[in-house]
T-cell receptor, first 111, second 113 residues
Framework: RKEVEQDPGPFNVPEGATVAFNCTYS??????FFWYRQDCRKEPKLLMS???SGNEDGRFTAQLNRASQYISLLIRDSKLSDSATYLC????????????FGSGTRLLVRP | NAGVTQTPKFQVLKTGQSMTLQCAQD?????MSWYRQDPGMGLRLIHY???????DQGEVPNGYNVSRSTTEDFPLRLLSAAPSQTSVYFC????????????FGEGSRLTVL
């Protein structure tokens, strides 16, 4: 079993839709959580960190559920420009220098 | 700002050849790392370094060597290329521990024939 798992998608949604992705992690010692965005044939870029209390950045909301060991990303009012692959990443308390990525969830927003 | 710079961007090798992927950052980051990205596999950590003179293995280190003689540079060496090493390679850096943003280079696309 992979340490960080994501549904590969693609999620195909119309503009204006709300879409949510989950990412599960298997190691309970995980301590830091992130969502990265990767456009086609480009490098990943940080979208947002995920805090225990949940956090919001404009149309994007990230949440952490430690009991069930997953993080989520909610995108409201989807834009065409949101089309990308969304990668979750996790680091562990016992090896904080190793950031482990999921394989990504592809989002396609159609007009 | 240059950020993280990787060279070359594209490379084709024959099986058994060796080569070095270069990575340099100008942000004075202590931490640097190399990932490979394959379809359906996501990003997998190859090697990382927490400072000059200090390196350690990631998830998939076999077939690769690294060194960190300066804060700025973190080259990745393929000792004897194999087709299984065909991939996109990303170098990344950040300050301190991974509680902040990891900055990636633009990637190096390697094909081994």
């Amino acid at each position: 079993r992979k340490e960080v798992e994501q549904d590969p998608g693609p999620f195909n949604v119309p503009e204006g839709a709300t879409v949510a992705f989950n990412c599960t992690y298997s190691n309970s010692a995980s301590q830091s959580f992130f969502w990265y965005r990767q456009d086609c044939r480009k490098e990943p870029k940080l979208l947002m960190s995920v805090y225990s209390s949940g956090n919001e950045d404009g149309r994007f909301t990230a949440q952490l559920n430690r009991a069930s060991q997953y993080i989520s990303l909610l995108i409201r009012d989807s834009k065409l420009s949101d089309s990308a692959t969304y990668l979750c990443a996790v680091s562990r308390m016992d090896s904080s220098y190793k950031l482990i990525f999921g394989s990504g969830t592809r989002l396609l927003v159609r007009p | 700002n240059a950020g993280v710079t990787q060279t070359p961007k594209f490379q084709v090798l024959k099986t058994g050849q060796s080569m070095t992927l270069q990575c340099a950052q100008d942000m004075n980051h202590e931490y640097m790392s190399w990932y490979r990205q394959d379809p359906g596999m996501g990003l997998r950590l190859i090697h990382y370094s927490v400072g000059a003179g200090i390196t350690d293995q990631g998830e998939v280190p076999n077939g690769y060597n690294v060194s960190r003689s300066t804060t700025e540079d973190f080259p990745l060496r393929l000792l004897s290329a194999a087709p299984s090493q065909t991939s996109v390679y990303f170098c990344a850096s950040t300050t301190g521990t991974l509680t902040g943003e990891l900055f990636f280079g633009e990637g190096s696309r390697l094909t081994v024939l």
